[in-house]
C-alpha cells in the first residue's frame, strides 16, 4: 500500500517554543477593580493583569532564535557600526529606496518625514492616516485626508482589496487644493485603522501613476508590508506564483520612500526607519535626526535593534510564515462570524475588528459603544482590546467632538506569540461577551489630554 502525507504546513503553527512566560489568571472580581482603578481604559492596566493581551500587534511579537543570536553578536559603536550596515543593506535590499534613516519607531519616522515637508495649510491624502500619523500631519498644521474607497468604510461588505484608495477623490482633492499644497500623498499598508484590509498592486500602481504625473511624491506606509504582499499573492490575479519579496520589491518600486514601524512587520520589539530615493530630502530628514533621534547610523536603536529587524524583515516575508499568520487571524474571525457577530469582512491581516455599532445599537456612538465591549471583553475574561473609534477619532483638532465613521474593537494578534488554543479561548469569551450584549452599558470620558487622548484618558460608565 502506497502511504500519502499529510498537509502539515497548512494547519499548525510553523515553529515550536523553547522559551516561555507564565500567564496569571484573575477572577473576574479582581478585574472589575482592575479595570476601575485603570480608570476604564484598558491602557491603563498592568499588562500582569491581562490573561490575553490583544491591545496591540506592535513591538509584541516573539523573536527567532536567529533574531536572538544576531543581538547578541551585535555592533555597538556609536558611528558606522556594522549592525547599521546589515539593517540598511536588508531595507535597500527588500525596499529599493536609497536613503536608510534609522528611528526608534515609526512615528519618529513619521515625525522626520512631517516636519520637513508639512507646512500649515497643506493636504496630506491617504487611504486612512492611522491614530500616529494623523496626529502628526495635524500637528505641522496640514491636514490629514482619508481617502479610502466606500467599501472600506463598510464594515459586511465583502472586497478583495477594501484599503484601496478611492483615484477618482485623489484626482479630484488635486484639482481642489493644487498640487503645490499636497507635499505627499501615503498609503497605509495594510490600511490597520480601517480594519487591517489590504491595498491591491494596481491600486498603488494607480495612486503612483497620478502622483508622479503631478510631481507629487509617494509615500508608503509599510507597517504591514509583508502581510499585504501576502494579500496580494492570493488575492490579485498574476502573483499567485511571486514570492512575497518579489511582490514587495514591486510595491516599493512604484514609491518615492516609505515609513515603518519595525515593531510590526519588522518582527521586532522596538525600531523603525524612514527610507527614500531623494538626496535632497533625505539630507533634511537627517538633519532633524540627529536633533530628535540620535546619530543617522542608529537613530534611537541600539545596534542589537537594528540586528533583530534586519533579520526580522526577511522572517516576516517567509511564505510558511504568512500563511500561518494570516491563517490563524481568518480561524478566529471565521469562529466569531459562525457566532453570528459582526466583523469586518473579510478578516485583516493582522486582526479580528468586531463591529460595535452593529453589536450595540443601544450605545449612541459618542458612549462609545467600542469603548463598552472593549471593557467588556476585560471584564468577562481578562482579554485586552483596543477601540477604534470615537474615542480614538472623535476628538476634532478644533475641540469638537464628531462619531468616527465606525466603532470597531480591534483584537490585534501578536506575531508567534498566541497558540490555537490561546484562539479559542478568545472566541468563547468574544462570544460570552455578545450573548450578553444588551447589558452593556455606554462611557462618558472625565478627563482627557487635548492629543491622541485614548492613551490616556479617564472613563466612567454611565449607569455609575
Ligand atoms: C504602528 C503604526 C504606526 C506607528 O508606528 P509606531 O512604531 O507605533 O510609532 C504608523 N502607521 C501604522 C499603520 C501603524 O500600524
Known amino acids: 500500500m502506497e502511504l500519502k502525507g499529510f ?17 496569571r489568571f484573575t477572577t473576574m472580581e479582581q478585574r472589575k477593580a482592575l479595570l476601575s482603578e485603570a480608570g476604564y481604559n484598558p491602557f491603563l492596566l498592568k499588562a500582569k493583569d491581562v490573561v490575553i493581551d490583544l491591545l496591540t500587534d506592535s513591538g509584541t511579537g ?85 481617502l479610502v474607497i466606500d467599501e ?7 472586497h478583495p482589496f477594501k484599503g484601496n484608495m478611492n483615484v477618482e477623490k485623489l484626482e479630484g482633492t488635486i484639482k481642489r487644493v493644487g498640487q503645490d499644497n499636497i507635499p505627499v500623498i501615503m498609503l497605509t499598508l495594510t490600511n490597520n485603522s480601517g480594519g487591517g484590509q489590504p491595498v491591491s498592486m494596481e491600486n498603488v500602481k494607480a495612486v503612483s501613476k497620478i502622483a508622479r504625473s503631478h510631481d507629487i511624491p509617494f509615500f508608503i506606509d509599510a507597517c ?22 518579489e511582490i514587495a520589491h514591486e510595491i516599493f518600486s512604484y514609491a518615492d520612500g516609505c515609513t515603518m514601524s519595525a515593531k510590526k512587520d519588522g518582527m521586532a520589539n522596538i525600531g523603525g526607519f524612514l527610507a527614500l530615493n531623494n538626496d535632497k530630502l533625505a539630507q533634511d ?46 480561524y478566529l474571525g471565521d469562529k466569531l462570524i459562525d457566532a453570528g457577530i459582526s466583523i469586518v469582512q473579510p478578516t485583516g491581516g493582522h486582526a479580528v475588528y468586531i463591529d460595535a455599532k452593529e453589536m450595540l445599537p443601544q450605545i449612541d456612538p459618542l458612549e462609545y459603544p467600542a469603548w463598552s465591549l472593549t471593557n467588556a471583553l476585560y471584564l468577562i475574561g481578562g482579554v485586552r482590546a483596543v477601540e477604534i473609534g470615537s474615542v480614538m477619532f472623535g476628538l476634532q483638532p478644533d475641540g469638537s467632538e464628531k462619531p468616527a465613521s465606525m466603532e470597531l ?52 460608565p454611565l449607569d455609575q
Request: charged share 25%; proline share 4%.
Open 285 to 330: 530628514c537627517r538633519s532633524l535626526t540627529i536633533l530628535t533621534e540620535g546619530f543617522p547610523t542608529y537613530g534611537g536603536m541600539a545596534g542589537y535593534d537594528m540586528e533583530a529587524v534586519a533579520t526580522g524583515l526577511y522572517e516576516a516575508l517567509d511564505e510558511g510564515y504568512l500563511k500561518y499568520r494570516i491563517r490563524s487571524t481568518a
Open 224 to 245: 504591514r508590508f509583508a502581510e499585504n504582499s501576502w494579500f496580494i499573492k492570493t488575492r490579485e490575479e498574476g502573483y499567485e506564483d511571486k514570492k512575497p519579496i
Open 62 to 146: 516573539a523573536m527567532s532564535a536567529k533574531q536572538w543570536a544576531g543581538m547578541i553578536s551585535s555592533d555597538e559603536s556609536y558611528a558606522g557600526s556594522e549592525s547599521f550596515y546589515r539593517f540598511e543593506s536588508a531595507v535597500q535590499d527588500i525596499t529599493g529606496f536609497k536613503h536608510v534613516i534609522p528611528t526608534h519607531q515609526g512615528r519618529a519616522a513619521e515625525n522626520i518625514l512631517f516636519t520637513t515637508i508639512a507646512k500649515k495649510g497643506d493636504v496630506i491624502p491617504s487611504n486612512t492616516h492611522f491614530d500616529t500619523t494623523r496626529a502628526h500631519v495635524e500637528h505641522n498644521g496640514a491636514e490629514a485626508l482619508d
Open 7 to 23: 498537509k502539515t504546513d497548512t494547519i499548525i503553527e510553523p515553529f515550536r517554543i523553547r522559551s516561555v512566560e507564565p500567564i
Open 152 to 158: 472600506g468604510r463598510q464594515p459586511l461588505t465583502i
Open 409 to 460: 474593537v480591534r483584537l490585534a494578534i501578536p506575531r508567534r506569540v498566541y497558540t490555537q488554543s490561546h484562539i479559542d479561548y478568545l472566541a468563547e469569551v468574544v462570544i460570552h461577551a455578545y450573548n450578553q450584549r444588551n447589558e452593556l452599558k455606554g462611557y462618558k470620558i472625565i478627563s482627557s489630554p487635548a492629543v491622541l487622548r485614548h492613551f490616556s484618558a479617564k472613563l466612567q
